[in-house]
């Protein structure tokens, strides 16, 4: 910006080197970095970058080596992104994959807490399968009554199951928890068992007998009579062979 003889401003348009040009608009369409981040990196003017690239849009539908060069651009990015994808995948794995299988809600609620900054939490929330207004009540702790009557009920589970040696099921330990006053169904009993990894031994069951048919049959001899007026008088001889 000028100023005349006269005082009044005066507007100089600023040039830009082609290949810094080029340059900027790869970074953008090839990288995908922010148009925010361009114009404070390279010290742009506020609507120059997005001048670029709708004057970079306009010659791509004219020429063809343009438009290839550009898809070229997008399928680049697309990789990278799917790249990117992967390997947050891997870490998320590497750190979340125990939670995963264990199906604990609130475990997982702080792990979210504990990594939204790395992960996201809507990204997080998507993987452990949660609603956001879920994640949110606890954080308010709306439900916090709920989760210290489930946890003593899981202790009350847990305790029953280990005074009976582990041998009991879910039904038989719903049936000792509604005789103790509380009131919960099997199917409740059965979640919070499955959550606690906690399973009945089944004792085997002894397989019915059935008669087979007899390997070898032996002559009744003395027609089954087995008395005998003086000693050795009345016996048979049996050979090993």
């Known amino acids: 910006m000028l100023k005349s003889n006269k005082g009044v401003k005066l507007h100089v348009s600023k040039r830009y080197d082609p290949q810094l040009k080029d340059k900027i608009i790869r970074l953008h369409l090839e990288d995908g970095r922010t148009i925010k981040s361009l114009t404070k990196e390279y010290k742009l003017g506020s609507g120059t970058l ?18 290839q060069k550009d898809e070229s651009y ?23 994959g125990s939670i995963l299988r264990e199906g604990n809600r609130r475990v997982k609620y702080k792990f979210i807490q504990c990594h939204q900054k790395e992960f996201g939490v809507r990204w ?44 009991v099921g879910y039904r038989m330990i719903g049936n000792l928890l509604r005789m103790a006053g509380y009131i919960v169904c099997d199917a409740t009993v059965y979640k919070y068992m499955d959550e606690l990894g906690l399973k009945a031994t089944i004792r085997r069951k002894k397989k019915p007998y059935v008669r087979g048919e007899q390997h070898k049959v032996f002559e009744n001899l003395i027609n089954r009579d087995f008395r005998a007026d003086l000693p050795n008088t009345n016996g048979v001889l049996i050979l090993h062979t």
């Open 50 to 67: 997005r001048f670029w690239l709708k004057k970079h849009r306009e010659e791509c539908k004219v020429s063809p080596e343009l438009q």
């Open 74 to 96: 997008n399928e680049v990015k697309e990789l990278r992104k799917k790249l990117a994808e992967l390997e947050k995948e891997n870490r998320f794995l590497k750190k979340g």
């Open 124 to 167: 997080l929330l998507r993987k452990f399968q949660l609603t956001p207004n879920a994640y949110y009540n606890y954080l308010k702790h709306r439900k916090h009554k709920h989760h210290e009557h489930v946890e003593h009920l899981k202790s009350e589970i847990k305790a029953r199951f280990h005074e009976h040696n582990g041998t």
